[in-house]
């Protein structure tokens, strides 16, 4: 590939301005995680517009970024349930809509409103703009454990390749939030879980494919491509953020930067609902 000007870039700059650097059809996955319209404070006034004045700007940052998507690409959407219904039937008047995406946080059970559930998760819309999207399920198939395998020694399981090479991850991810002493941790109101971005990012871009991340936050994003052989263009308008997400490029790119193991990443006994491992053995979830 080329080295283009923006390509393996973080830019400091608002996205809806930047995406004019960007010609169409030359990403091959996006993943955005923008303000989802609850107030946070990011150093600027992003989260604080009125609900429609949220869905709004949702609408026009997002007819912006969609040209930019090759016809085998996709797009990760993190939101929240407040919105994912207006923003969702929006996205489906342009892209096909393969699956909505539950990550459980893994919060505590303590306190909480008394009028309503504990709303312990965050909606992911994974959309696709052709029916030729690029998926690679073996790159994050889930191992079956030992005792699974061993259960499965009949001779019609034999030489069955998803026994061999794991379970197609559903469509609930159970990842625990990043608390203040976690080693990924960054200075961040709401860093997702590398684990998260790596499994789109691998799963939905193939190797040397270029992703875009319009709000690049703590840079999440750019670790995940930077660890996985995948190029990257980010936009990140606050400039302490932008910092943030240099120094952990450098980090990365001197060795000095810890990942949690994969195997430790995901709780799996929550991603297998019902079940407390592959052998189909029930558990009170």
Known sequence: MNQLPWLDQVLQMDALAGMNLIPDQSIDLVVADPPYGLGKDYGNDSDKQSPTEFLNWTETWLSLVLPKIKVTGSLYLFTTWRYSPEIFVFLKSQMSMINEIIWDRRVPSMGGSTRKYSSVHDTIGFFAKTKEYYFDLDAVRIPYDEATKKARTRSIFVGKKWLEVGYNPKDVWTVSRLHRQHPERENHPTQKPLAIVERMVKASCPKQGVVLDPFAGSGTTVAACLLNQRHYVAFEINPDYHRTI????????????????????????????????????????
């Not at 709780?267 to 979830?285: D, I, M, R, T, V």
């Open 246 to 285: 240099l120094n952990r490029v450098e980090r990365i790119k001197t060795g000095g930067y810890e990942v949690m193991p994969v195997a430790n990443r995901f709780h799996q006994g929550a991603e297998e609902p019902g079940y407390s491992n592959g052998c189909g053995q029930l558990s009170l979830l």
